[in-house]
């Protein structure tokens, strides 16, 4: 069983910057990728970044520039950092483990950017 637990939601005034945190727990394989993804109200889930356990990164159009992800791989931990925050930034920011095309995902912790 996989468990992921985030850390690090908030709210934040434009401009600012947050740095969320995922751990995760259970059987996890040494391959998998570990990233975040957001969803809006009234909107489908989507990509923010990934990280492979290669390191090969995959960053959204829509954040590259503000958004940097990293992992801690002895702790089995993803981090986001996030800067120069958007109000369309605001959102439910989920963690997401695959492990061989199966996905796992956190709770979601709650982004709040406000203008």
């Known amino acids: 069983q996989v468990q992921l637990v985030e850390f690090g939601g908030g709210l934040v005034q434009a401009g600012g910057s947050l740095r969320l945190s995922c751990a995760a727990s259970g059987s996890i394989f040494s391959s998998n990728t570990m990233g975040w993804y957001r969803q809006a109200p009234g909107e489908e889930r989507e990509l923010v970044a990934r990280i492979s356990s290669g390191g090969t990164i995959h960053i959204a159009d829509s954040v590259k520039g503000r958004v940097t992800i990293s992992r801690d791989y002895a702790k089995n931990t993803v981090y986001l950092q996030m800067n120069d925050l958007k109000p369309e930034d605001t959102a439910v920011y989920y963690c997401?483990?695959?492990?061989?095309?199966?996905?796992?995902w956190g709770k979601g912790t709650l982004v709040t950017v406000s203008s």
């Open positions: 997401n483990l695959d492990i061989a095309s199966r996905p796992y």
